[in-house]
Structures are given as C-alpha cells and as structure tokens.
C-alpha cells in the first residue's frame, strides 16, 4: 500500500503521516506547568495562630487529621465545613473510622472565644479521639 500520492507537476511523493513529536513536547511542557502551580493551588484558611515560646513539638506517627477554627469561629475539618460543633462528632468518628492512628491537631485562630475552642475540643473527645495537639507558632521577633 503507497503512503505517499504523487503529485503530477514533479514526480514527489506528499506525506500524509501526522508528526507526533510537536504534540508531545507540548504535552510535556504542559504538564510541567501543572505539576509547578498545582501546589500553589492548595490554599489554606487565614489564621492568626497564637504565639508560645517553649510549646512542645509535635511527634506524629501518620498524618493526623487537621480541625480548623478560623477568626469567625467557623470549623473545618480537612476541607470540610462544619457550622454546628454537634455535627462534628459524626463527622469525626466517620472519618476516623479508615484510620489507623486516632490524632487530631487543632488548630484555632487567637483571636477565636475560648469557650468556641473548648466545644470544639469537647466535641473531638466525645468522637472517640484522645490524642489532641494544639498547633501554636514560634513569637515573632
């Protein structure tokens, strides 16, 4: 089977193949790109975390599972939002359920009512969950 057809003015063949090597390097460059801005992407909630001189280090086995209150005294766990703390503890236990380690780290804005981060922690005991870190930061200079 001939590839190529004749062109009757000079006697050369035209290619009718598709030259890939263009498209992948395209593809290549586009998923660099991706993979560079996919991370920035990931944005996370805006906190003011409390600042401790000598708070102790947090020492974790596996990846422990992230409660959020930010300055409004909205919760979050990992990426879901929880408006009531009484919602929370099915949340909880459901999501600790495919867990080997059950660790939570709390992590409340200063600004946040101490009796919102008490209901908070409350509501992470009442799931089960004995093992809670309070994310705190270094005092700026």
Same mark, same amino acid.
Do not use: C, H, W
């Given at each position: ?6 062109d009757n003015n000079r006697g050369r063949k035209t290619l009718s193949q598709i030259n890939v090597t263009p498209f992948v390097d ?26 401790? @001189? %000598? $708070? ?12 959020? &209150?930010? /300055?409004? =005294? ?33 992590? @409340? %804005? $200063? ?12 509501? &992470?005991? /009442?799931? =089960? ?13």
């Amino acid at each position: 089977m001939d590839i190529g057809r004749r062109d009757n003015n000079r006697g050369r063949k035209t290619l009718s193949q598709i030259n890939v090597t263009p498209f992948v390097d395209v593809m290549l460059v586009l998923l660099i790109i991706f993979m560079v801005t996919a991370p920035m992407l990931d944005q996370g909630f805006d906190i003011d975390l409390p600042e401790v @001189a %000598d $708070s102790p280090g947090i020492v974790s086995k596996g990846e422990p599972l992230l409660v959020t &209150i930010d /300055k409004k =005294g909205a919760i979050f766990v990992g990426r879901s939002t929880v408006n009531d703390p009484g919602k929370l503890v099915p949340l909880l236990q459901q999501m600790m359920k495919e867990r080997k380690e059950k660790e939570v780290l709390l992590e @409340a %804005d $200063s600004n946040v009512a101490y009796g919102r981060v008490m209901q908070v922690m409350a509501a &992470i005991r /009442k799931a =089960g969950i004995n093992k809670v870190g309070m994310v705190t930061q270094p005092p700026k200079p």
